[in-house]
C-alpha cells in the first residue's frame, strides 16, 4: 500500500507561495465558493471588457495572478524555473481562445511552433501543447466530424487547418519534444481524434511524441482507447493518451437534450470517476505500447495510479507517466509528487490579460461546479496559513 497520505504535507505544497500570496487564494478560492457571485462576476468582467472600462489591472491583481504565469513567455521564466528548482516542470500555454480568421489561426501556429522550440531548448518545459480551434474555425471542425460534404471553398479550409497540425507535429518530432491536442466539445472531437491518429502513426513508431486528450467523462472513451490500442499494435505506432475528466459537460448535456440525442457523458460524477480510473488503469496497464498523460485534481485518482505504479514495479519517474495540474489549483497534489520523485507538470497559461479572460472565466466556473474541489483548496490554504502562524509565534517565543 502507498504508505503515507503525501498530499496532506501543506509546506511543501505552497513553498513557494509569500504571505500575500496565500491570501490572495483563499479571498479567491472564498469567492469562488458562490456560484451565484461567480456567475454574476463573469457577466460583468464580460460586460466591463465589452465597455472597455479599465478592470484589466484589477483582474491582473487577482484572478489573472492566481491562474496565469504572465502575459508573455518571458514573465513566465521565473515562475517556471522556481517550480523546476521544486522538481515540478512546466507547459507554456498561450491561452487565448475564440478567434475566427485565417491570419489569426496562421499566428496561433507560429506561436505554438516557438513554444516547441523553446521547451525544446528549455529544461523545465518539458511538453508542448496547442487547442484544435485555436488553429482552425470551430465550425469546419464540426462540419467534418459529422461527415458533412464541404464546398470547394471549406476543403481548402480544411487543408490548411490540417497543415498547421501537420507543421506543429513534425516539428515536435523533430525536435523530440511531446505535444499533445487538448480536447473539446464531442460535436467537433471526432475530426480532431482522426486527425491526431494520423500524427501518430507518422510519429509515433519509436517513441511516444504526439499525445490527443480523452475526456473521461464522456462514457465512450474507454472503448475508444481500446480499440485505438488495437489499432496501433496491427499497424506498428504508439499511442500518447492525455486523460481528463473533460470541461463541458453542462454544454454537452443541455445541447444534447435540445437536439435530443443521448448524451455522450457519463450519467454522474460517480460514474466519470470510475470510467476515469479505468481508462487509467488500462494505459498503465500498457505502457509497453501507450504513454499516459494523467491531468487531475482528483485526489483518489491520484493515488490510485501511484499505487497502481507500486504494485507492478513501475520506477516513480517512468518517462511513460505524467502527472498534471493547472497552475493555481491542487498546488498540494503537484508540489508532494515532484517532491517524491514522479514526473509532475503544471499546466502554466500566459497571455495579454483581455485575450486570457475566456480562459480564467472558465476556471472560475470550473471550481465552482466541481463539487468539494474549492472547500479543498480553501482548507488545505487556511492549513498552511495556520501552520505559518505556529511557526512565527514559536519563533517569538525562542526569541
Same mark, same amino acid.
Given at each position: 500500500?502507498?504508505?503515507?497520505?503525501?498530499?496532506?504535507?501543506?509546506?511543501?505544497?505552497?513553498?513557494?507561495?509569500?504571505?500575500?500570496?496565500?491570501?490572495?487564494?483563499?479571498?479567491?478560492?472564498?469567492?469562488?465558493?458562490?456560484?451565484?457571485?461567480?456567475?454574476?462576476?463573469?457577466?460583468?468582467?464580460?460586460?466591463?471588457?465589452?465597455? $472597455?472600462?479599465?478592470?484589466? =489591472?484589477?483582474?491582473?491583481?487577482?484572478?489573472?495572478?492566481?491562474?496565469?504565469?504572465?502575459?508573455?513567455?518571458?514573465?513566465?521564466?521565473?515562475?517556471?524555473?522556481?517550480?523546476?528548482?521544486?522538481? #515540478? $516542470?512546466?507547459?507554456?500555454?498561450?491561452?487565448?481562445?475564440?478567434?475566427?480568421?485565417?491570419?489569426?489561426?496562421?499566428? &496561433?501556429?507560429?506561436?505554438?511552433?516557438?513554444?516547441?522550440?523553446?521547451?525544446?531548448?528549455?529544461?523545465?518545459? =518539458?511538453?508542448?501543447?496547442?487547442?484544435?480551434?485555436?488553429?482552425?474555425?470551430?465550425?469546419?471542425?464540426?462540419?467534418?466530424?459529422?461527415?458533412?460534404?464541404?464546398?470547394?471553398?471549406?476543403?481548402? +479550409?480544411?487543408?490548411?487547418?490540417?497543415?498547421?497540425?501537420?507543421? #506543429?507535429?513534425?516539428?515536435?518530432?523533430?525536435?523530440?519534444?511531446?505535444? !499533445?491536442?487538448?480536447?473539446?466539445? =464531442?460535436?467537433?472531437?471526432?475530426?480532431?481524434?482522426? #486527425?491526431?491518429?494520423?500524427?501518430?502513426?507518422?510519429?509515433?513508431?519509436?517513441?511516444?511524441?504526439?499525445?490527443?486528450?480523452?475526456?473521461?467523462?464522456?462514457?465512450?472513451?474507454?472503448?475508444?482507447?481500446?480499440?485505438?490500442?488495437?489499432?496501433?499494435?496491427?499497424?506498428?505506432?504508439?499511442?500518447?493518451?492525455?486523460?481528463?475528466?473533460?470541461?463541458?459537460?453542462?454544454? +454537452?448535456?443541455?445541447? &444534447?437534450?435540445?437536439?435530443? !440525442? &443521448?448524451?455522450?457523458?457519463?450519467?454522474?460524477?460517480?460514474?466519470?470517476?470510475?470510467?476515469?480510473?479505468?481508462?487509467?488503469?488500462?494505459?498503465?496497464? $500498457?505502457?509497453?505500447?501507450?504513454?499516459?498523460?494523467?491531468?487531475? $485534481?482528483?485526489?483518489?485518482?491520484? !493515488?490510485?495510479?501511484?499505487?497502481?505504479?507500486?504494485?507492478?514495479?513501475?520506477?516513480?519517474?517512468?518517462?511513460?507517466?505524467?502527472?498534471?495540474?493547472? !497552475?493555481?489549483?491542487?498546488?498540494?497534489?503537484?508540489?508532494?509528487?515532484?517532491?517524491?520523485?514522479?514526473? &509532475?507538470?503544471?499546466?502554466?497559461?500566459?497571455?495579454?490579460?483581455?485575450?486570457?479572460?475566456?480562459?480564467? #472565466?472558465?476556471?472560475?466556473?470550473?471550481?465552482?461546479?466541481?463539487?468539494?474541489?474549492?472547500?479543498?483548496?480553501?482548507?488545505?490554504?487556511?492549513?498552511?496559513?495556520?501552520?505559518?502562524?505556529?511557526?512565527?509565534?514559536?519563533?517569538?517565543?525562542?526569541?
Amino acid at each position: 500500500m502507498i504508505r503515507k497520505k503525501i498530499f496532506n504535507n501543506t509546506k511543501s505544497a505552497f513553498k513557494l507561495k509569500s504571505n500575500s500570496d496565500l491570501d490572495r487564494a483563499i479571498f479567491l478560492f472564498s469567492m469562488m465558493n458562490y456560484s451565484a457571485l461567480v456567475k454574476a462576476g463573469s457577466a460583468l468582467t464580460k460586460m466591463a471588457l465589452k465597455l $472597455h472600462l479599465p478592470v484589466e =489591472t484589477l483582474i491582473k491583481k487577482t484572478i489573472f495572478e492566481q491562474f496565469c504565469g504572465g502575459v508573455t513567455e518571458e514573465d513566465c521564466k521565473p515562475v517556471t524555473k522556481e517550480m523546476y528548482g521544486e522538481n #515540478l $516542470h512546466s507547459i507554456l500555454d498561450y491561452s487565448v481562445e475564440g478567434k475566427e480568421s485565417e491570419e489569426e489561426f496562421d499566428s &496561433a501556429m507560429r506561436k505554438k511552433l516557438s513554444l516547441i522550440e523553446y521547451a525544446n531548448e528549455s529544461d523545465e518545459v =518539458t511538453f508542448a501543447m496547442f487547442k484544435p480551434t485555436g488553429i482552425g474555425r470551430f465550425a469546419i471542425w464540426e462540419k467534418v466530424s459529422e461527415k458533412l460534404s464541404l464546398t470547394d471553398e471549406e476543403k481548402e +479550409e480544411w487543408d490548411r487547418v490540417k497543415n498547421r497540425v501537420e507543421t #506543429l507535429c513534425k516539428r515536435a518530432f523533430e525536435l523530440k519534444v511531446r505535444l !499533445y491536442a487538448d480536447g473539446e466539445e =464531442t460535436w467537433m472531437q471526432t475530426a480532431a481524434d482522426d #486527425l491526431m491518429v494520423e500524427m501518430m502513426k507518422k510519429y509515433n513508431q519509436d517513441e511516444v511524441l504526439i499525445f490527443n486528450t480523452l475526456q473521461c467523462y464522456r462514457w465512450d472513451r474507454l472503448d475508444y482507447l481500446k480499440d485505438l490500442h488495437e489499432q496501433g499494435q496491427k499497424e506498428g505506432f504508439k499511442i500518447g493518451a492525455k486523460i481528463v475528466r473533460g470541461a463541458y459537460m453542462e454544454k +454537452e448535456n443541455s445541447r &444534447a437534450k435540445k437536439l435530443g !440525442y &443521448a448524451s455522450p457523458i457519463c450519467e454522474s460524477k460517480e460514474a466519470t470517476d470510475v470510467n476515469f480510473n479505468s481508462v487509467m488503469s488500462y494505459c498503465l496497464n $500498457h505502457l509497453e505500447d501507450i504513454s499516459v498523460f494523467i491531468g487531475t $485534481h482528483n485526489e483518489v485518482s491520484s !493515488y490510485l495510479a501511484l499505487q497502481i505504479m507500486e504494485d507492478k514495479g513501475i520506477s516513480i519517474d517512468d518517462k511513460r507517466i505524467w502527472f498534471s495540474q493547472l !497552475y493555481g489549483m491542487s498546488d498540494h497534489i503537484s508540489f508532494n509528487m515532484a517532491k517524491k520523485g514522479y514526473n &509532475a507538470v503544471k499546466l502554466v497559461p500566459f497571455g495579454p490579460v483581455r485575450d486570457v479572460v475566456p480562459y480564467l #472565466l472558465r476556471r472560475a466556473q470550473e471550481n465552482t461546479s466541481v463539487k468539494g474541489q474549492t472547500g479543498r483548496e480553501l482548507a488545505l490554504l487556511s492549513e498552511e496559513k495556520k501552520r505559518r502562524r505556529g511557526d512565527e509565534s514559536t519563533k517569538h517565543h525562542r526569541e
